[in-house]
């Protein structure tokens, strides 16, 4: 393969007159671009790291709630049924006065409107 100015009249060993100072610059200037892109995605690819160790802080929090707040339902839940196992009337009969007291309530404040 013929490089178009090499070996063309001019003298072996003269590669300015050559034209090879001109690819070597063309290279070195493809080089540093490269090395600008490889740069560019080192600090990307950190950056996503970074974000992942984050997220998966934040996943480990929120499991840790949920196990807290499931907990704290499940004991709910045992009282609820204790209490529905038992005959204590008095405290269904509570329970309904309650929940009538509430819906008048929140009739008379929808009518006021």
């Not at 929120?62 to 709910?76: H, P, R, V």
């Not at 009282?79 to 929140?106: D, E, P």
Request: glycine share 12%.
């Amino acid at each position: 393969m013929r490089r178009a100015g090499l070996g063309e009249g001019a003298p072996q060993g003269n590669y300015v007159a050559s034209g090879y100072s001109v690819y070597e610059e063309e290279n070195e200037h493809l080089q540093e671009g490269l090395r600008a892109k490889v740069n560019a995605l080192k600090h990307l690819s950190i950056d996503i790291g970074n974000e992942v160790k984050y997220q998966n802080k934040m996943l480990g929090d929120m499991d840790t709630d949920f196990d807290s707040t499931g907990g704290l339902l499940g004991a709910t839940m045992g009282r609820l049924k204790l209490l529905s196992r038992g005959s204590q009337t008095k405290i269904y009969c509570y329970m309904l006065l309650f929940a009538l007291f509430v819906f008048i309530v929140l009739y008379w404040v929808i009518r006021l409107r």
